[in-house]
């Protein structure tokens, strides 16, 4: 079982937009409407930030967003904000499993 | 509200198992899919599997097939994961979370870091 793909790290100013992408098979990103992604400061736990690939749980900021085309999966952020900085993880399920991606450090310049 | 309070830290010898536990509260246990998901030191999450509560019924990753168990307890609205054949790269935190959609783990235990180590 492989770690569905992500860049290792993406930087913005403040008030930009950034995305980042989560690549994976049409065995799990591709075949399914099923990807979230957390949000993970350090010392702390994941937090959901979008799930079924484009809904936002109450309470989470509408500057995120998710979409998907094809195997690949995107998170942007807009409107780039200070305490976004952290680590983003997609999450794809894979028929008898699920799946994280490999991780994207965002940093706010 | 909903809560899950995970089991202290543990230390290990490699070859050891290691049980950690997550008790449940503010929910009906049996409602919800628990997952268990890792993280070791400076890498990212791992997805491990989950259990429901109400069948047992589970699924594994193929990574820990044969050492990894999911268990629960629906008197005590506790969930259990039992790694065995402990190696070093099972040092982690291991965290449980309440799944209320596919993929979608809405709370999580605070982590219950294991170190495996000789």
């Known amino acids: 079982q492989s770690a569905l793909t992500q860049p290792r790290s993406v930087s913005g100013s403040l008030g930009q937009s950034v995305t980042i992408s989560c690549t994976g098979t049409?065995?799990?990103?591709?075949?399914?409407?099923?990807v979230s992604w957390y949000q993970e400061h350090p010392g702390k736990a994941p937090k959901v930030i979008i799930y079924?690939?484009?809904k936002r749980p109450s309470g989470v900021p509408d500057r995120f967003s998710g979409s998907k085309s094809g195997n690949t999966a995107s998170l942007t952020i807009s409107g780039l904000q200070a305490e976004d900085e952290a680590d983003y993880y997609c999450?794809?399920?894979?028929?008898?499993?699920?799946?994280f991606g490999t991780g994207t450090e965002v940093t706010v310049l | 509200q909903v809560q899950l309070v995970q089991s202290g830290a543990e230390v290990k010898k490699p070859g050891a198992s290691v049980r950690v536990s997550c008790k449940t509260s503010?929910?009906?246990?049996?409602?919800?899919?628990i997952h268990w998901v890792r993280q070791a030191p400076g890498q990212g999450l791992e997805w491990m599997g989950w259990?429901?509560?109400?069948?047992?019924?589970?699924s594994y990753s193929p990574n820990f097939r044969g050492r990894l168990t999911l268990t629960t307890d629906t008197s005590m609205s506790t969930a259990y994961m039992q790694l065995s054949r402990l190696r070093s790269d099972d040092t982690a935190v291991y965290y449980c979370?309440?799944?209320?959609?596919?993929?979608?783990?809405?709370?999580w235990g605070q982590g219950a870091l294991v170190t495996v180590s000789s």
């Open positions: 979370a309440r799944a209320i959609g596919m993929v979608l783990l809405d709370n």
């Open positions: 503010g929910y009906t246990f049996t409602v919800h899919h």
């Open positions: 259990i429901d509560p109400k069948t047992t019924d589970s």
């Open positions: 049409s065995s799990d990103v591709g075949g399914y409407n099923y």
């Open positions: 079924d690939v484009t």
């Open positions: 999450c794809s399920y894979a028929g008898t499993y699920d799946v």
